[in-house]
């Protein structure tokens, strides 16, 4: 499904602060399960996410996606390809306040030019599925950690993506809604979709819906785990 070839990447480039977040990676990642990439933090896993999410493009190297090479394209041509394979959980959630719940679920999906209608039924639909359906009139700012997470999910999915990036998606919550985010995430791949997460913490990593644990230190794959 993508894979990586050779791909580096460095930030501030050519610069005395040059920063090399990632080197050499060759990676292959198949449809299907949940895959985490692990590692304490600086370790490269967020920058790689966001390489493997059509987020960033790589330093060197190449990225592609069933066979399709994406490290090269238009950035017109990236945009369309990030939104209609990929959802996004990012670890600060991202929700935009002062809109509602229903407002930022359908916010992604805008672009794609979908019927009113159709796109108000899909988001209230997943709003429904993540016990959230009383909340759509709610401003997300008054959401409790658990629910903003939830939130966010839902947005991820309001394009029907096959691939969903989680971005340390359990760092703000307890155990327990740790675990229930897990299990939600867990489902997903029940439907087909495939799911990334970044994470340092061993409740994910050791979690039984995980199928494949990428271990990164210092910008490189230190260790590759069937689950």
Excluded at 32 to 40: D, H, L, Q, R, W
Excluded at 54 to 71: E, H, K
Excluded at 111 to 132: C, I, T
Excluded at 150 to 174: M, Y
Aim: proline share 4%; hydrophobic share 40%.
């Amino acid at each position: 499904m993508i894979q990586l070839d050779a791909v580096s990447k460095a930030f501030n480039q050519g610069q005395p602060n040059e920063c090399r977040a990632l080197r050499d990676i060759d990676l292959r990642l198949e449809r299907g399960g949940i895959t985490v990439f692990k590692g304490p933090s600086g370790s490269g896993k967020t920058t790689l996410l966001t390489l493997v999410g059509c987020l960033a493009r790589p330093t060197a190297g190449r990225i592609t996606l069933d066979g399709r090479l994406l490290s090269n394209l238009p950035e017109r041509f990236l945009t369309e390809v990030r939104r209609h394979t990929f959802g996004f959980v990012f670890q600060q959630f991202n929700l935009i306040r002062g809109l509602t719940v229903l407002e930022n679920v359908m916010l992604p999906a805008y672009p794609l030019g979908r019927p009113y209608r159709e796109l108000l039924n899909a988001a209230r639909d997943l709003l429904d599925r993540f016990g959230l359906g009383a909340k759509a009139a709610s401003k997300v700012e008054w959401l409790s950690g658990g629910e903003a997470q939830r939130t966010a999910l839902a947005r991820a999915l309001i394009n029907d993506p096959a691939v969903v990036i989680a971005d340390e998606p359990t760092a703000n919550l307890d155990s327990a809604l740790s675990r229930e985010v897990l299990a939600l995430l867990g489902e997903l791949t029940v439907q087909g979709r495939t799911v990334f997460i970044s994470s340092h913490d061993p409740l994910v990593f050791e979690a039984a819906q995980v199928n494949r644990v990428i271990e990164l230190h210092d910008g490189q794959i230190v260790g590759d785990r069937r689950c």
